[in-house]
């Protein structure tokens, strides 16, 4: 199926939605300039309260610039951001981008084992990161050069009140400051990046097909892979967005920064499509409810974005409270399945339609949305954006296109789709056709309206909490602990919505399950959200006549017993 020859869902398109957008020609630094001209003094970003305006945030970006050139960042050099959702994140990613250089995200939840494997592979040498991970990077071993780590205290964002409140005056901000430089050799304070003046405005800017961001995306194979997304990739995602918000004004909206922006999703909804519509970024560095509804009272959102348990979170919440949610009028729930009840929930609290998307890193991420229209279909990731080709294949043989209604692997096309994996072409050409079509491993059914609804997942990615979970690296984790022989990891679906983390181990002659130690063991090298929340005993691993283990028969077996 694809859209040139039978475009049957822009009749479905929410009206004044266009089936194609105009491409960009400049780069992100290009529009991010020219928000800070026209919205001036309108505010840009809020955090616990504090704002900052778009000229303010523009004098940061050029300090933060000129800091990292002093450094030594040149056009094409990779930085790494290791940071929360806050102020200093949005002047790092524009100040990286400035240079020409290459902004690669990273979780700031990560162990700094997982940490270290990414930057093996994209040798960052500058790094900016929240000051309560700085030791993981510290941690890296010596063959993994990093000149710079620049320390961000987030506290030092935070209204002077607040910091009062939380009885942490200045003095002793400035202690813990000067403690961590001087215990460091090759760390700065964030304040001192700023502190060497502005970038030259006749510095060149980097061109709309160079290279912006490094993302890295849990693979099926053990080890993420770094999709390069360029200029081009992110402000057209940002474009569709935009033609997909119809209506939306531009510097009128409100958008809530509650999903992460160093994972795709959030960073193209507030960093590029947020900026692009000159919008005020509600910043927020962990999903709390009170703190959403605290700042809502002051700065309520128009748009508000996220996963299916936060709107469940915050609707239940503010109807406890009795706080009014009709402001929100553009939500998109993506990164799992949004349940019906849920819908239903949100949309008696707040002022428009709740819609589900879908996307993946390597689309920047959108790709297919559901319109704000009565047209929506709930139980359906909806259809392709504007400017997006989409086609149905078959599984075992991608050169034939299935019969409308027809399982098969979604591919899909368009400016969106990034430039393949760093230092990877392999993975590439596995993932992306020569003729720019990508390979999303997901199986869908497609109706005759373009309304494409997923039923199987060929990548055998685990979705928790709005994170891809990658069953290879939890398995390799699980091999190491002396007990276990042999691990299959699996998710088990939830009733709200995503998965849960369950691992069957092969137990060596002798040993015993201990969940807790298993876990405990998984801790200690990977992020939280992917230790496993269930571990059962299983005699023997099924596996295929080539020796593989077959995670869907483990899955099928062991689903229900957990």
């Known amino acids: 199926m694809d859209n040139t020859a039978a475009p049957a869902w822009v009749a479905n398109y929410q009206p004044g939605v266009p089936a194609q957008i105009e491409l960009p020609t400049q780069s992100l630094s290009h529009m991010f300039e020219r928000s800070v001209r026209e919205a001036g003094q309108s505010p840009a970003t809020e955090f616990f309260g504090r704002q900052v305006s778009y000229a303010q945030l523009g004098e940061q970006v050029l300090q933060a610039a000129e800091g990292l050139r002093k450094l030594g960042v040149k056009a094409g050099d990779r930085v790494a951001l290791i940071l929360p959702n806050c102020p200093q994140h949005v002047v790092a990613f524009y100040a990286v981008l400035r240079l020409g250089a290459v902004v690669v995200e990273h979780n700031p939840l990560y162990t700094s084992r997982e940490l270290r494997h990414q930057f093996e592979d994209h040798q960052a040498r500058v790094v900016i990161a929240w000051d309560k991970v700085v030791s993981s990077v510290q941690k890296f071993p010596a063959d993994v050069q990093i000149d710079t780590i620049i320390a961000v205290n987030l506290l030092e964002a935070f209204p002077a009140v607040k910091r009062m409140a939380l009885n942490l005056p200045l003095k002793k901000l400035r202690e813990t400051k000067k403690s961590l430089t001087a215990a460091t050799t090759g760390t700065m304070a964030w304040k001192q990046l ?14 709309v097909q160079d290279l912006a961001v490094i993302q890295y995306t849990s693979g099926t194979t053990g080890r993420p892979k770094g999709a390069m997304l360029t200029h081009f990739n992110l402000y057209s995602n940002a474009l569709q967005g935009e033609a997909w918000m119809e209506g939306a004004q531009q510097g009128k909206e409100i958008l809530y920064a509650i999903l992460p922006m160093f994972h795709a999703f959030g960073m193209t909804l507030y960093l590029t499509f947020g900026v692009k519509k000159q919008g005020l970024l509600v910043l927020f560095p962990k999903f709390d409810p009170q703190l959403i509804l605290d700042a809502w009272k002051k700065s309520p959102a128009t748009v508000y974005c996220a996963v299916p348990p936060i709107y469940e979170r915050t609707a239940m919440a503010a109807k406890e409270q009795g706080i009014s949610l009709r402001s929100a009028k553009y939500c998109i729930s993506g990164a799992m399945n949004l349940p019906d009840h849920v819908v239903e929930l949100w949309e008696s609290m707040s002022g428009g339609l709740l819609v589900e998307g879908y996307g993946m890193t390597e689309s920047s991420p959108v790709a297919l949305g559901n319109p704000f229209h009565p047209s929506r279909r709930n139980g359906t990731i909806g259809v392709p954006f504007p400017s997006t080709l989409m086609k149905v294949v078959d599984v075992d043989d991608p050169s034939r296109e299935v019969a409308q209604g027809e399982p098969g692997e979604l591919l899909i096309k368009g400016p969106q789709v990034f430039a393949g994996y760093w230092n990877n072409p392999e993975e590439t050409a596995k993932t992306l056709t020569e003729d720019g079509w990508l390979h999303t491993g997901d199986v869908v059914t497609v ?14 990615l685990i979705i928790t909490g709005g994170f891809n979970v990658s069953p290879s690296e939890v398995e390799n984790a699980l091999r190491q602990h002396a007990d276990v022989a042999d691990a299959a990891v699996f998710g088990k679906a939830l009733e709200r919505g995503g998965e849960m983390v369950v691992a069957a181990v092969q137990l060596d002659e002798g040993a015993t399950l201990d969940e807790a130690a298993l876990r405990e063991h998984c801790r200690g090298q990977l992020a939280a959200y992917k230790v496993p929340k269930r571990i059962v005993a299983i005699d023997e691993m099924p596996r295929s006549m080539l020796g593989k283990i077959l995670r869907k028969q483990v899955r099928e077996e062991f689903s229900d017993k957990v």
């Open 447 to 460: 109706d005759e309206d373009g309304f494409t609804q997923i039923v199987d997942r060929a990548k055998e």
């Open 194 to 207: 700023l502190a060497s003046g502005s970038l030259d405005a006749e510095h060149p800017f980097p061109a």
